[in-house]
Structure formats: structure tokens, C-alpha cells
Nanobody, 121 residues
Framework: QVQLVESGGGLVQPGGSLRLSCAAS????????MAWYRQALGKQRELVAT???????NYSDSVKGRFTIFRDNAKNAVYLQMNSLKPEDTAVYYC???????????????WGQGTQVTVSS
């Protein structure tokens, strides 16, 4: 059973910083792309940042220059460093990973449980 476990959310003032963490556990062969999504109350889930295995990161326009996604492949983990936070960044943040269970098998999508980030004074 593959699981993604997130941590690091919380309440922060505008202009502050938070780091989210997500680690994969269980039995699998390889983690390919990893990403962070978010869903604000009453809105659809949106892509925040992606990081392919060995590739360059991509960001949504709304977070470019403020957020950084990085991976530690040895720990099967992905992180989201969020700086200069704004009230509009308030949402539940989800990590996503495309994981192959076998060496030649297809990727499957896995999701973390979500962590609340609230930006408010």
C-alpha cells in the first residue's frame, strides 16, 4: 500500500513563510513526477507546482517567484517552500505523486491527505 503523508501547514501572517513536506511510503519501484495542488473553499483544485524526476520545476503564475518545489529522491519526499504568502494562498494543499509499482509498470496517481494553509493577520 502506497501512502503520501503531508505535514507543515498552519496559520501564518501575510508576508510570512511556510514549508510543506510530503513523503511516500510503501512498496513501489519508482516515483516519477511529484506536484503540489491546492483547493480553496468553494473553488476547484488547482496545480501549484510540479517537479519531474530529474527535471525542471514548473509553477503556476500565481506563485511564481514566491514558491519553490524541491525533492529529495533518497527520502521519497517532495517539499514546497512558500515565501511572501498572501491571503489568497489560503487553501488546503495536496501533494501528488505519479508512482510506478514495478520497473516496467505504468504510473499511478497518489494523493496526500491535504494540509490546511491559512494566511491571515
Amino acid at each position: 500500500q502506497v501512502q503520501l503523508v503531508e505535514s507543515g501547514g498552519g496559520l501564518v501572517q501575510p508576508g510570512g513563510s511556510l514549508r510543506l513536506s510530503c513523503a511516500a511510503s510503501g512498496s513501489f519501484s519508482r516515483i516519477n513526477a511529484m506536484a503540489w495542488y491546492r483547493q480553496a473553499l468553494g473553488k476547484q483544485r488547482e496545480l501549484v507546482a510540479t517537479r519531474p524526476r530529474g527535471g525542471s520545476a514548473n509553477y503556476s503564475d500565481s506563485v511564481k517567484g514566491r514558491f519553490t518545489i524541491f525533492r529529495d529522491n533518497a527520502k521519497n519526499a517532495v517539499y514546497l517552500q512558500m515565501n511572501s504568502l498572501k491571503p489568497e494562498d489560503t487553501a488546503v494543499y495536496y501533494c501528488n505523486a505519479k508512482i510506478a509499482k514495478t520497473y516496467v509498470g505504468p504510473d499511478y496517481d497518489y494523493w496526500g491527505q491535504g494540509t490546511q494553509v491559512t494566511v491571515s493577520s
